[in-house]
């Protein structure tokens, strides 16, 4: 989608990272898009998300996560918790040809209120399972965001050719 | 790939319980982009955030219309759903529920075909909140308003009347091939 969208940082790894972080969000717009198209470099990582403020990434048991995940291998499940260290939610990702794609609307990062995400997600996971998320995530801090930071467990990297956009919406 | 084109901006700056978008749906667009972002509530009790459409004349459309299905997904519970024919409103489509800032509420909702007065309406929304002291939830949705007619525009709406919000941004885009 383009038309209203303005790229506001962006990273298309051109070497293995272990870990991305955009920024520059700001009460230039009101809402943000981030979009991610990423691959492990080791099969079967969980990949997470945190907030930053001033460009740094926060670590507080702030992060609260209401999401559905969609398989085709199983039921579907809710998943939830509140007060953790991180957006830790997408699991198991599988590398290769497999990874994630993800887009996040960003609400409330540019003020004082509580930053909010609407996320929806689509991954091949560690096992070939069609898996996805649509949930919802609360960084419960009243002061503004000013951007992402994407990374996997173990300190695993991202593999070359890796994408993470951020857009500010036209208003 | 789909282009959002910019149509509208409506801020929210002070204390109602309704807020009216008009003149947004045309035939230029057959799919909108309803963006809506930090609506708050003036007082500490929290109340849900619903929609209603309004047809070609001005009119807001407050008939038993509206059918929607809701999954109420909860980060300190189980999930749940809502769902009902008949009603009166889209129930939470721009919010589950919202509260007092700092806490608050952002959420897009998709409309498909509003402007055609020979196709019904029908929507998809999903929202993520924070409300009630330590509630963060989220919501994913659809609905149809039951009754063929050309809409122009749509309605923000409090669901208990009484309990206003005075800040937030509402953005409207035309989906563009």
Not at chain 1, 50 to 78: H, M, N
Not at chain 1, 127 to 156: I, M, P, R
Not at chain 2, 92 to 121: K, N
Request: net charge negative; with cysteine; glycine share 10%.
């Amino acid at each position: 989608m383009s038309g209203s969208l303005v790229l506001i940082d962006s990273e298309i790894l051109t070497g293995t990272s272990a870990s991305v972080t955009l920024t520059g969000i700001s009460t230039t717009y009101n809402i943000y898009l981030c979009e991610v198209n990423a691959v492990p470099t080791t099969d079967d990582k969980n990949f997470y998300v945190r907030v930053t403020k001033g460009g740094t990434a926060q670590t507080d048991s702030e992060y609260d996560v209401a999401s559905l995940g969609l398989r085709t291998d199983a039921s579907f499940v809710d998943d939830s918790w509140t007060n953790s260290d991180t957006f830790g939610q997408w699991s198991a990702i599988g590398n290769g040809n497999e990874g994630i794609k993800l887009q996040m609307w960003l609400s409330n990062f540019q003020n004082a209120k509580y930053s909010t995400i609407t996320a929806s997600s689509v991954e091949i996971n560690a096992t070939a399972n069609l898996f996805g998320y649509v949930g919802n995530y609360t960084h419960t801090v009243e002061s503004a965001s000013d951007g992402l930071q994407f990374y996997l467990e173990s300190s695993d990297t991202f593999v070359v050719g890796s994408e993470f956009k951020l857009y500010g919406l036209k208003k | 790939m789909s282009k959002l084109k910019f149509i509208h901006k409506e801020t929210i700056s002070g204390s109602t319980s309704t807020t009216n978008v008009t003149d947004v749906f045309t035939s230029s667009y057959d799919t909108y982009k309803i963006i809506s972002t930090g609506i708050s509530t003036v007082g500490t009790a929290y109340v849900d955030l619903n929609m209603r459409l309004i047809d070609s004349g001005g009119s807001v459309v407050s008939a038993s219309e509206y059918d929607y299905g809701n999954l109420n997904m909860l980060s300190w519970d189980a999930f749940s759903e809502t769902r009902a024919t008949g009603q009166t409103s889209f129930l939470r489509a721009f919010s589950e529920s919202t509260d007092q800032e700092a806490e608050s509420q952002g959420g897009e909702i998709t409309v498909y075909s509003p402007y055609e007065s020979g196709l019904i309406t029908m929507i998809t929304y999903g929202n993520s909140q924070r409300y009630g002291g330590s509630y963060s939830s989220g919501l994913r949705g659809i609905g149809v308003h039951q009754s063929a007619e050309s809409i122009t525009g749509f309605q923000l709406l409090e669901s208990n009347g009484s309990r206003p919000y005075d800040s937030g941004v509402i953005l409207v885009y035309g989906v563009s091939s």
